[in-house]
């Protein structure tokens, strides 16, 4: 119940309080009065879905840098294993 | 897909296992995961079999249909039960046993009870069906709340006066405390529950830090998400900081969404005490419906039994949900209680430590001792 699904906005109806969300191909009816706040949703942003909600928007920028700092550290690994493997 | 598959890289997994190793030295830690979503992630992705054997994860007791005491799934049914009543229901609550059957029997013996995906598919049941009285079971934590919320607001604002919701919404924070007042866990932090943060963000878990002497790190429900909670736990705990952090920063703001919680205070109020399954009463974890949404209020308009009913002798949910015990150290685990036939609520919700253990973490620790590697 509590799993949530990541949902692109494809079509917004502001009056309604709600949205056409594409998810994974699928496109579905959901409501937005939640994320209705003065930094406002788009077409094309990505949103949380939870129970026929969008929940929270996802910020791209934050999602790619955890992914960023989880490179880095593979690269620091991939690194210091290289290092590892020269030194025999 | 996007946001789910780039968090599943295999790449990126093994690079912070190293780290969580290099991190833990061989000094022990115990953390527990709050939510039911992590606990579902955690078994069946295999993560404690990935995680170096003195980094121990303990499940916590955030999956809402887990904690719903057998006396409110009677409640529900006697509701369902009543003439005219169509009941609509998350199917999770549909196979949690109360003291004589589930919901799924009460509609087999002829209740009118309805599967639903969202609560505003049981208010369009109720304005597509005027001649029938449509209850919604509202169940979870703040996640589901608002929604619980916007959809009464609607049946308000539309007028659609056969509708009401039976509230069993509970908040996050008393049990957390109640956790970390429970003499018989020790615990080295906490991954902070991802989508309830979403609604209430990070600032209700100050006091684990400031109060208690724990970090906790909100994560995603991914597996690298976890992962990377723990390193980021384990850094605290290294560097000498004891704070809440956000590894899911894509989602949560430290503010939460305002408008839900909005949405949560026009609606509803707390409870001066609610009974969890296995934690006991704890006061003011619950909500109920304010007093001018009375007309919706199911627990007002039909008769409820309101008896408070033991968990059978042999169901250990209540250590299962505390972290005391393993899924597995359960007496009835895997043989009288499986998903099929549950004696307890663990083994019903697919976030339920027992079902998901149940449905991928036998195999993984199978895997594990034929591998030859840890087993718990």
Not at chain 2, 9 to 35: N, Q, W, Y
Not at chain 2, 135 to 145: H, M
Not at chain 2, 244 to 257: C, S, T
């Amino acid at each position: 119940m509590c799993v949530g699904m990541p949902g692109q906005l494809v079509e917004i109806f502001v009056d309604e309080h709600a949205a056409i969300v594409d998810v994974a191909g699928v496109r579905r009816r959901v409501n937005v009065g939640l994320l209705l706040d003065d930094e406002g949703i788009a077409v094309g942003d990505w949103v949380l879905i939870h129970v026929g909600f969008a929940m929270a928007k996802i910020d791209e920028a934050e999602a790619r840098d955890s992914l960023v700092a989880i490179e880095e550290l593979a690269s620091v690994y991939g690194d210091e294993l290289a290092e590892l493997m020269e030194s025999d | 897909m996007r946001f789910v598959d780039e968090y599943r890289d295999p790449t990126g997994a093994r690079s912070l296992v190293r780290e969580i190793t290099a991190l833990a030295k061989d000094d022990h830690f115990k953390f527990m995961e709050v939510c039911g979503g992590h606990t579902h992630t955690i078994y069946r992705h295999g993560i404690e079999h990935v995680l170096p054997a003195n980094v121990e994860l303990v499940h916590g007791p955030g999956c809402p249909v887990c904690v719903i005491p057998m006396g409110r799934v009677d409640d529900a049914i006697a509701v369902a039960s009543t003439p005219g009543v169509i009941f609509t229901s998350f199917g999770d609550m549909m196979r949690v046993p109360g003291s004589s059957g589930n919901l799924l029997e009460a509609k087999a013996r002829g209740a009118d009870v309805r599967f639903v995906y969202s609560p505003l598919d049981a208010l369009r049941i109720a304005v597509e069906s005027p001649h029938r009285e449509v209850v919604f079971f509202a169940v979870g934590f703040e996640t589901t709340a608002p929604s619980t919320a916007l959809t009464l607001l609607r049946a308000r604002a539309e007028g659609v006066n056969n509708f009401r919701a039976f509230c069993n919404h509970v908040t996050i924070v008393p049990p957390i405390r109640a956790i970390l007042e429970s003499p018989d866990l020790r615990l080295d932090g906490f991954i902070g529950p991802g989508h309830v943060s979403t609604v209430v963000g990070n600032r209700p878990y100050r006091f684990v830090a400031e109060r208690y002497g724990k970090p906790l790190v909100t994560a995603g429900f991914e597996p690298l998400d976890i992962l990377q909670a723990i390193a980021m736990l384990l850094r605290q705990i290294r560097s000498g900081r004891c704070e809440i952090e956000n590894q899911y920063a894509r989602v949560v703001r430290d503010e939460g969404n305002p408008r839900a919680l909005q949405a949560i205070a026009d609606v509803f109020e707390l409870r001066p005490h609610f009974e969890w399954r296995g934690l006991g009463f704890i006061s003011q974890s619950a909500l109920k419906l304010r007093a001018d949404f009375a007309a919706f209020d199911a627990e007002l308009h039909y008769d409820i039994p309101g008896v408070r009913v033991a968990d059978p002798k042999a169901c250990q949910c209540g250590e299962v949900l505390k972290g005391v015990i393993k899924p597995w150290e359960c007496k009835v685990f895997g043989t009288a209680c499986t998903p099929e036939t549950p004696i307890g609520t663990c083994m019903v919700s697919s976030e339920g430590a027992c079902a998901a253990y149940y449905n991928f973490g036998r195999l993984h620790r199978d895997a594990a001792v034929a591998l030859g590697r840890r087993a718990t």
